[in-house]
């Protein structure tokens, strides 16, 4: 019933550029905290990059100043700005957004499915 669907997952080389999306799509009522993590092989996965509804922004340390976190309210849809990208970036992508289908439910948290982000020459 709700959707989030990512794109723009690549191999690039270091010090190249990317663009993430995410749109959420379905029964959706309301749109809080939308973001990002990532998660490497045989690593937990971690925080990169949240947007809250009214455009507060939180990174984390190691993407801050080369990552940039955006969203279109109006087309659901969140985005990644990578810039400056180092093999350590290499992991599966992933979107979230806390969602209400309904003006009466709670917020719930919606996952995308991935997208891979390589980084290597």
């Known amino acids: 019933q709700v959707q989030l669907v990512e794109s723009g997952g690549a191999l690039v080389q270091p010090g190249g550029s990317l663009r993430l999306s995410c749109a959420a799509s379905?029964?959706?009522?309301?749109?809080?905290?939308m973001g990002w993590y990532r998660q490497a092989p045989g690593k937990q996965r971690e925080l990169v990059a949240t947007e809250s509804s009214d455009g507060s922004t939180n990174y984390a340390d190691s993407v801050e100043g080369r990552f940039t976190i955006s969203r279109d309210n109006a087309k659901k849809t969140v985005f990644l700005q990578m810039n400056s990208l180092k093999p350590e970036d290499t992991a599966v992508y992933s979107c979230?957004?806390?969602?209400?289908?309904?003006?009466?439910?709670?917020?719930?948290?919606?996952w995308g499915q991935g997208t891979q982000v390589t980084v290597s020459s």
């Open positions: 379905g029964i959706i009522f309301s749109i809080g905290d």
């Open positions: 979230y957004g806390r969602i209400a289908m309904t003006s009466i439910s709670r917020r719930s948290d919606y």
